[in-house]
T-cell receptor
Framework: AQSVTQPDIHITVSEGASLELRCNYSYGATPYLFWYVQSPGQGLQLLLK??????LVQGIKGFEAEFKRSQSSFNLRKPSVHWSDAAEYFCAVGPRAGGTSYGKLTFGQGTILTVHP | DTEVTQTPKHLVMGMTNKKSLKCEQH?????MYWYKQKAKKPPELMFVYSYEKLSINESVPSRFSPECPNSSLLNLHLHALQPEDSALYLC????????????FGPGTRLTVL
């Protein structure tokens, strides 16, 4: 069964500092990979996704993520964090092939980001 | 426009009530999803509709009954819920089921008394 691990439950950074949120997945083949962000009590907004091609993916709000097949990782990065980036971040995977799970996203447990001024 | 709307924003219901959650999208998407999210947990998939047919049911109790009356609308009918069903219910849609990006609505915060 596919699974996603976000090792850091809570990360605190200062405004202007760089950020890296970790995501590791377990899956029989390379899945589709996503990063979503959720503000308290709100829905999820897609930051970026990886389907194929260039392993460094650019997203919205200055975020990027790098897919590393050898490490089964898809870490999210931002060079300079803004106070408005404080939120919860979810890594998710989805199966490539058809079948009964096609379209089913599996989410990691989430990482809460706190930004200090 | 990549907007998915959900109504109501908040819902409080007793265990004997019948209520419905509504989700709407006008992006021409043919796949729609219901997720349940408990506090401090990730979203968990409940149902997937593809071309208005139920495609995935994640063994959800029958007190939750989904309905997809047309390609733009998705309902979740609630009956005889339990307090542990209190959660944020998220709707999402995608162009098709599978590799396409899922776009989420803001959710309905449900409290069962």
């Amino acid at each position: 069964a596919q699974s996603v691990t976000q090792p850091d439950i809570h990360i605190t950074v200062s405004e202007g500092a760089s950020l890296e949120l970790r995501c590791n997945y377990s899956y029989g083949a390379t899945p589709y990979l996503f990063w979503y962000v959720q503000s308290p009590g709100q829905g999820l907004q897609l930051l970026l996704k990886y389907f194929s091609g260039d392993t460094l993916v650019q997203g919205i709000k200055g975020f990027e993520a790098e897919f590393k097949r050898s490490q089964s990782s898809f870490n999210l990065r931002k060079p300079s964090v803004h106070w408005s980036d404080a939120a919860e971040y979810f890594c998710a995977v989805g199966p490539r092939a058809g079948g009964t799970s096609y379209g089913k996203l599996t989410f990691g447990q989430g990482t809460i980001l706190t930004v200090h001024p | 426009d990549t907007e998915v709307t959900q109504t109501p924003k908040h819902l409080v219901m007793g265990m004997t009530n019948k209520k419905s959650l509504k989700c709407e999208q006008h992006m021409g998407h043919r796949a729609m999803y219901w997720y349940k999210q408990k506090a401090k947990k990730p979203p968990e998939l409940m149902f997937v509709y593809s071309y208005e047919k139920l495609s995935i049911n994640e063994s959800v109790p029958s007190r939750f009954s989904p309905e997809c009356p047309n390609s733009s609308l998705l309902n979740l009918h609630l009956h005889a819920l339990q307090p542990e069903d209190s959660a944020l219910y998220l709707c999402a849609s995608s162009p098709g089921q599978g590799r396409d990006t899922q776009y989420f609505g803001p959710g309905t915060r449900l409290t069962v008394l």
